[in-house]
């Protein structure tokens, strides 16, 4: 590989297993981590995934080691993070990424959903948040880049609270980590995906799909490695003064009305 724009940086995609197409987030970013030169660590609870992802990073001549994880877990999070330090020496760029669906209004969720969305969506980058914190810090600094949604900011294309008030939770947790880390030198951020097609989504029907599409301005499909590429600039120097920022990545559908985009959903 060619010296790219995060080389010498050591890396850690949480939940960098590869669900096969369309791409999905994290391993969007962990493929283009190594391309640009990082160490990437791969953690995900499905070692298979993991596999895949590391096998392809190797085979296009990235550098990269799995870690299994359940990031819902704090030993299994304190392994983790150790594993970047015994395997890389250190740590400069953390990926979160997990994310559990999280359907249905206040008045239809269940406890036990409840408890597993905000445990797999918020939860588990809180504490790899802390115990990444001190390994970024030793380590001269870095990015934190956390994987939001644009249904943290706005009411979604679905009916799914326990989702979006955990998503709206991650980018408050990345704004007040700005503050308090600053002087640690380390940076966070969030992404805020809006319709993107990708492996969390496959599932969607052909005509939903195409009214995403259409809803954003642009009137271009998405996909994880639009999401990907901005979180290579984050990661990077490129960003150095950039802190405490949700970054949309949603073809312009944040700054429309449904109005304002009626007729090319009727027309397109």
Not at 99 to 125: H, Q, R, Y
Request: include cysteine; proline fraction near 3%.
């Amino acid at each position: 590989m060619t010296k790219g724009r995060l080389t010498g940086k050591i890396a850690l995609v949480v939940g960098a297993g590869s669900r096969g197409e369309p791409a999905g987030t994290g391993y969007a970013a962990a493929r283009l981590f190594a391309k640009e030169g990082a160490k990437v660590m791969l953690a995900d609870y499905d070692l298979e995934r993991a596999e895949v992802t590391h096998r392809q990073l190797i085979a296009a001549g990235g550098t990269a080691n799995i870690v299994k994880a359940d990031v819902t877990d704090e030993d299994d999070i304190r392994a983790m993070i150790a594993a970047c330090q015994n395997d890389f020496g250190g740590l400069h760029i953390l990926y979160n990424n997990v994310a559990n669906s999280g359907l249905g209004m206040v008045t239809e969720i269940a406890e036990s959903d409840l408890d597993t969305t905000l445990a797999v969506n918020l939860k588990s980058a809180l504490l790899t948040c802390k115990h990444a914190v001190p390994l970024m810090k030793a380590s001269g600094g870095g990015s934190i880049i956390n994987i939001a949604s644009i249904d943290g900011l706005r009411a979604g294309f679905k009916r799914n609270v326990p989702y979006a008030v955990t998503k709206a939770g991650l980018i408050q947790l990345s704004r007040v980590m700005a503050v308090h880390h600053g002087r640690d030198n380390i940076r966070v951020n969030a992404i805020a995906p809006g319709h993107i097609h990708g492996a969390f989504v496959r599932s969607l029907a052909a005509d939903t799909r195409d009214l995403r599409r259409k809803a954003g301005p642009l009137g271009t499909e998405g996909t994880a490695w639009d999401v990907a590429w901005a979180a290579v600039f984050l990661a990077s120097d490129e960003a150095r003064w950039i802190s405490g920022v949700v970054l949309p990545i949603d073809a312009g559908l944040l700054a429309a009305t449904p109005l304002s985009v009626l007729d090319d959903i009727l027309n397109d």
